[in-house]
């Protein structure tokens, strides 16, 4: 499929069966980009976990799964909705560029309405330009207070 063009891809909630195929994505995702990773058991335990209680929801994208989403929600301090953190996303390197990435990023802002949220947060790498000219198309910004504000840094440590 060439840029641009809608994406033939069927995108749904993650169940507990899936959990081994959406590791495996996360595995990739961390040994492309040179992090550590726990095994796909591991992660496809901890997934398991996760789908099982009420605020992690995970999106996959194609048969066999090409990309997914991990959203968590949690409620908010400033009003009564609750905030979205989108913590992982991943398309694999043979997909993108093919519109997946746009596709599971709308529905999953979509399921973060449906639960409720008013917000949504994620962090990535200042070098990912290609992450970062998608999350600015969906309409996500870096800059405090608007497009002359000052830049937002996102912060972590091991505890």
Known sequence: MKKGHSPVVAIRHAALADSHAAA???HDFNTEFSFPTPGVENLARRIRLLLEGEDVTILLAGQPPCGLA???LRPSIW???LDAYLEEFYVAKPNRG????RALLEMTMTAARQAGAKRMEL????TDVA???LYESCGFTDREG???GPMMLFYERDL
């Open 24 to 26: 495996g994505l996360l």
């Open 70 to 72: 991990v959203m968590r």
């Open 79 to 81: 009003t009564d909705a």
């Open 98 to 101: 093919e519109g997946i990435g």
């Open 123 to 126: 962090g990535t790498s200042e």
């Open 131 to 133: 992450a970062r000219r």
């Open 146 to 148: 608007g497009p002359d």
